[in-house]
């Protein structure tokens, strides 16, 4: 697990529980979760929310950001109309196969 990701859920743990958001805190928490957390990341997660509050940042998730995933978009709907294309293909396949009998013969 990433540094970051830790600290996240050390906040948001945090401020679930109702327990101040310090750099202590988050170090502590992700000490007895055994991951090793970059001092750096502890200090800047309780600088920003103690700026910005747990609640904006929950309330404005994917807000930023959303290019890449529109971008990505469009590439994975192509990947998915090969794969049905790709279905209706091999479906079209099993029904062209003669079985070896006809139900009229």
Do not use: Q, R
């Not at 529980?17 to 055994?34: C, H, M, R, S």
């Not at 590439?75 to 091999?90: D, P």
Request: glycine share 10%.
């Amino acid at each position: 697990m990433s540094s970051e990701l830790a600290c996240v859920y050390a906040v948001l743990a945090l401020h679930d529980d109702g327990v101040e958001i310090t750099p202590e805190n988050i170090v502590t928490l992700t000490k007895a979760a055994g991951i090793e957390v970059e001092p750096y990341w502890s200090g800047l997660f309780a600088k920003l929310v103690e700026k910005k509050g747990v609640e904006e940042f929950i309330v404005n998730v994917g807000a930023g950001g959303g290019a890449p995933a529109a971008a990505a978009a469009p590439a994975a709907g192509g990947a998915a109309a090969a794969a049905e294309e790709k279905k209706e293909e091999k479906v079209e396949e099993e029904e062209d196969e003669d079985m070896g009998f006809s139900l009229f013969d």
